[in-house]
């Protein structure tokens, strides 16, 4: 199973990007899905979060910013970022809970898997 991190990029203070993360592989759930994010020296802190069932939760810097949302059809987490500011420059990482998988005959489960990160950054 592997997590893929797109859509990052170099964007002005208050524009828009649209980071997405593509689960692949034999996938028969994934439990909650996040995005995380860490500045340099700094440590890798949650932006947001959505379960299964939809059910949202947001760190507050960036609360009616950024809209976190999924499509379980396609294993997919997106993450809408609105009016950027420069402190959100980071790399950002995309998170899964618990991604259970078809290994041949049976159901395999593997907890706290994360993608390869990818580059935000917000100039002034």
């Known amino acids: 199973v592997q997590l893929q991190a797109s859509g990052g990029g170099l964007v002005q203070a208050g524009g828009s990007l649209r980071l997405s993360c593509a689960a692949s592989g034999s996938i028969f759930s994934i439990g909650a899905m996040g995005w995380y994010r860490q500045a340099p020296g700094k440590e890798r802190d949650l932006v947001a979060q959505?379960?299964?069932?939809?059910?949202?939760n947001y760190a507050d810097s960036v609360k009616g910013r950024f809209t976190i949302s999924r499509d379980n059809a396609k294993n997919t987490v997106y993450l809408q970022m609105n009016s950027l500011k420069p402190e959100d420059t980071a790399v950002y990482y995309c998170?899964?809970?618990?991604?259970?998988?078809?290994?041949?005959?049976?159901?395999?489960?593997?907890?706290?898997?994360w993608g390869q990160g990818t580059q935000v950054t917000v100039s002034s």
């Open positions: 959505i379960t299964r069932g939809g059910s949202r």
């Open positions: 998170n899964a809970d618990d991604v259970t998988y078809y290994d041949v005959t049976r159901l395999v489960t593997e907890y706290d898997q």
